[in-house]
């Protein structure tokens, strides 16, 4: 029996060893990648329920690895965070998203589009989030209301200071703030009075149930009137259905973003896309 403890302690420190080894060659790796412009940004569209207009899209990062392939931000993401990482790559993807708003406005001509990017609480805390904000909008002559921030509950909860700081000088800016996923985190909201939000966005897994579910139900109602309450904008994501999408537009909800509409798209694809739509 101590043998086998003794073996089954070692599979486990081989284990943990490998694991390690390969988090440590995949940071290396994504420091090579962001010197090679090895990232790319995805675009997925967001519906205005009232009037069926696209208002805008979410920045989505993807690694496009030279003998790896197509890498999702899921298998990454967590890992830069760990790393400090993410500040980078975070800077990177808003820079991006946000000149390639403003090129598709000025020379695509679809419109006045706000783009969404997605921030990590790391950025708060270790990187200058506001400061680069206001370089890239100033740097592209961009209206600050043509770029939204998405953040989680959690990361609220986790950093408040340095969170609600970075907040207030977005909303001052007149970048527009969002919160990601609600619904899924703890005290959702308190925050939503003490930090100046402007969106809340439902998160999938109520979405998904929503027709099936009389407790999702009852919750996605009572968030759409909880936020129009207090003057937000709701926002569904992970629509899938014409059926879903029917019924959020009967509880008045805002706005809609899912594979019903696109999936995350390309940029060269979402032109496209986006055209096609609105013809
Ligand atoms: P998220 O912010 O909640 O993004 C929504 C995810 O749901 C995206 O996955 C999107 O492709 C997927 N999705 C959209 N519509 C549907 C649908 O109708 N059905 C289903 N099943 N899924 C749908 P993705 O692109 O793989 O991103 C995963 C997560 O990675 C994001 O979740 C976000 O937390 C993170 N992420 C992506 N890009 C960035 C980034 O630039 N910075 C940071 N910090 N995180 C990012
Ligand atoms: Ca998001
Ligand atoms: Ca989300
Ligand atoms: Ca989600």
Not at 34 to 49: G, H, N, S, W
Not at 110 to 134: C, E, H, R, W
Not at 194 to 210: A, E, G, H
Not at 246 to 275: H, I, M, R, T
Request: charged fraction near 25%.
């Amino acid at each position: 029996a101590k043998n086998l403890g003794r073996n089954q302690y070692r599979m486990y420190n081989d284990e943990m060893n490998r694991r390690v080894q390969e988090r440590n060659a995949l940071e290396k790796d994504m420091r090579r990648a962001l010197m090679a412009d090895e990232f790319l940004v995805y675009y997925q569209p967001k519906i205005d329920l009232n009037t069926s207009h696209v208002v805008g899209m979410e920045a989505l990062v993807r690694w496009q690895h030279s003998n790896r392939g197509l890498i999702t931000p899921n298998k990454f993401i967590p890992i830069a965070e760990q790393s400090n990482l993410i500040t980078d790559i975070g800077e990177w993807v808003l820079e991006e998203a946000c000149r390639q708003c403003q090129e598709w406005s000025e020379v695509n001509e679809l419109g006045k589009l706000q783009v969404a990017v997605n921030l990590s609480a790391s950025q708060f805390k270790y990187g200058d989030i506001t400061g680069t904000a206001d370089r890239v909008l100033q740097k592209l002559t961009m209206e600050p209301g043509c770029l939204e921030v998405e953040i989680t509950e959690t990361m609220v909860m986790n950093d408040a200071d340095a969170v609600s700081q970075a907040l207030h000088h977005f909303a001052r800016r007149g970048v527009s703030i969002s919160i990601d996923d609600f619904g899924t985190g703890y005290s959702s909201l308190a925050y939503l009075w003490r930090f100046p939000v402007n969106k809340v966005k439902i998160d999938r897994s109520f979405i998904k149930d929503l027709l099936h579910n009389n407790e999702a139900q009852a919750i996605v109602r009572s968030v759409i009137s909880l936020a129009h309450s207090l003057n937000l904008v709701v926002i569904a994501e992970g629509v899938e259905t014409k059926k879903q999408l029917e019924f959020l537009q009967k509880l008045k909800c805002d706005q809609a973003q899912g594979y019903f509409f696109s999936p995350p798209l390309p940029a060269a694809s979402f032109v496209e896309w986006v055209k096609e739509y609105q013809e």
